[in-house]
């Protein structure tokens, strides 16, 4: 098994935050190319800056969004995807001890994925709408219930966890779904608690708007 650097695309205000955060959980070395958003760049655009639409990234990742990971000649864009990946590569608690576990890793990923996110989003981007809260109540409720156990997944911290974290995380701004779901805003705090997820942050806070 090839256990060399991988590289991330991106930078930490973007998706590539969850990456970056399981990378400092499972302690490997990466490299951060640093790829901006387009949207976030203003005319004129230096030519030293690598943007989602650069013909050298779209080389790496044809659809134009960061993260991208290359590991070893292997390279996998989407960034819950990515995660899962990094997780069984390198086993321990994150990862699922077994095909079951896969399973339910997956399916709190694509949950996030789908259900979650295009409303976390938009009150990341837009601020917290009537709509988007409504349309957020159930998934929290989901969630609630599903965090019985402190942790979705085998009653440990595990990569489902980090996947469904970074994408509620969206919806920060909602404050009164948090007050509605208690178990969801114990388990929020605990994992963004965490020292990897710390070291996460505080390379984000110091990147510049
Ligand atoms: N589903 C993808 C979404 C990737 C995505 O939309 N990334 C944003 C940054 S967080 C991006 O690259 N936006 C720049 C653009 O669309 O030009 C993932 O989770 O990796």
């Not at 989602?52 to 864009?77: A, I, Q, Y």
């Not at 819950?80 to 990946?85: E, F, M, Q, T, V």
């Not at 837009?126 to 997944?153: H, K, M, Q, T, Y």
Request: hydrophobic share 45%; with cysteine.
């Amino acid at each position: 098994m090839n256990l060399g650097m991988i590289t991330i695309y991106g930078v930490h205000r973007s998706r590539a935050s969850r990456n970056i955060w399981l990378a400092h959980e499972l302690g490997i070395p990466f490299k951060l190319v640093p790829v901006m958003q387009l949207y976030r760049l203003k005319e004129p655009i230096p030519a030293d800056i690598v943007h989602t639409r650069s013909p050298s990234f779209l080389k790496v990742n044809p659809n134009g969004h960061v993260p991208t990971m290359e590991d070893d000649g292997l390279v996998l864009h989407e960034s819950l995807a990515i995660n899962l990946y990094l997780a069984k590569k390198h086993g321990g608690p994150l990862a699922p001890a077994n095909v079951a576990e896969d399973g339910l890793m997956g399916m709190w990923s694509l949950w996030a994925a789908t259900e979650v996110e295009p409303h976390s989003l938009s009150i990341a981007q837009n601020g917290p709408s009537a709509a988007a809260i409504d349309s957020l109540r159930g998934p929290f409720a989901v969630l609630d219930e599903a965090l019985a156990n402190g942790f979705l997944v085998g009653g440990r911290f595990t990569v489902a966890d980090m996947n469904v974290v970074e994408v509620v995380r969206y919806a920060d701004g909602a404050t009164e779904l948090f007050k509605a779901a208690p178990r969801v805003k114990v388990w929020f705090e605990t994992c963004r608690a965490r020292p990897a997820y710390r070291r996460m942050w505080d390379a984000r806070e110091k990147e510049p708007l």
